[in-house]
């Protein structure tokens, strides 16, 4: 049985993030331990580290502690949820924009997608106490930065972000990334990822893998090897949330919504939301309705 079959997962915007302005730091003090775990889904890639406390999280089917110093890392479209785990507890969530990841000028052809990538329990969280400490550093200097909003804090706060996930990049094993050069895998299916996000219903792998130029199986290897999932399960991923966004605004009927984002009726809509989301639409209409969204999302 599948570890999300218990966890209810919300969809999440970040509506700020742009070109102009590429990322944006959330962090959250809470108490614990929280009995349920907390799960959500959106398009942000995101950054997760535990300054103080401990957290349980879950990402696909890997389930780990981790504890001050550590940090998970999430990928687009990606369901994951969490628990705080100690008396008090204090994490901080980097959100950046996939289109401008790894925009640092010269010499930024590192393989920047590469934490987010691998497979859960190979992405980068320290081995040890020194290792700890590195990360907590960078993330106090980001943490203050940002909130500070001294002359040049963008900047500031944007190579601080990409100085983490390149240290954390240079861990991975090598056996567990793909061999592409720098960012080629992911410039050529961007096209596709932004059809993809700007349509109700997403471009069939056909029409996807046309309008980059490429064949139907080159493609699909260069959107595994970018994405870590492959175009059906980001698509159905991208497809779902946008539908329970419009079940949560309330302004169509479940027929409306299951035609609007391309599934053959309201029941087999509802047969997938459910799946997904972990209860009935109705369930997360009314939820969405009486409770706010953490700031960790």
């Known amino acids: 049985m599948s570890i999300f079959e218990n966890i209810q997962l919300k969809p999440q915007e970040h509506p700020t993030l742009s070109p102009e302005s590429p990322f944006n730091i959330l962090w959250e003090y809470g108490r614990g331990p929280e009995k349920k775990m907390q799960g959500d889904v959106h398009y942000a890639l995101q950054i997760s580290i535990v300054m103080q406390g401990r957290a349980e999280v879950t990402i696909g089917d890997h389930t780990r502690i981790y504890q001050q110093g550590d940090l998970w890392w999430t990928m687009c479209w990606e369901p994951h949820a969490y628990r705080l785990l100690d008396s008090r507890n204090f994490v901080m969530s980097v959100n950046i924009n996939i289109d401008n990841i790894g925009n640092c000028g010269s010499c930024s052809d590192a393989d920047w997608l590469a934490p987010f990538t691998v497979a859960p329990e190979f992405r980068y969280c320290p081995k040890d106490d020194a290792d700890r400490e590195e990360v907590i550093r960078l993330s106090n200097k980001l943490f203050h930065t940002y909130h500070r909003k001294k002359a040049n804090w963008q900047t500031h706060s944007w190579l601080l972000i990409h100085e983490l996930i390149l240290h954390a990049s240079e861990q991975i094993p090598a056996d567990q990334v793909e061999g592409l050069p720098d960012n ?29 130029s490429l064949s139907v199986s080159r493609f699909s290897y260069l959107f595994h090897s970018s ?9 159905l991923r991208v497809r779902l949330t946008n539908a329970a966004n419009d079940v949560k605004r309330g302004i169509y009927t479940l027929s409306e919504i299951a035609e609007r984002h391309g599934f053959c009726d309201a029941s087999s809509f509802c047969h997938a939301f459910r799946k997904v989301y972990r209860c009935t639409t ?14 960790l999302e």
């Not at 895998?185 to 980059?212: D, G, H």
């Not at 109705?282 to 953490?294: A, I, V």
């Open 184 to 212: 080629f895998a992911m410039n050529r299916i961007r096209k596709a990822v932004t059809l993809v996000r700007n349509s109700l219903i997403p471009p069939s792998l056909e029409a996807a893998a046309q309008a980059c």
């Open 227 to 235: 994405m870590g999932v492959s175009y059906g399960q980001f698509a």
């Open 282 to 295: 109705h369930e997360f209409k009314k939820r969405s309705g009486s409770q706010e969204m953490s700031v």
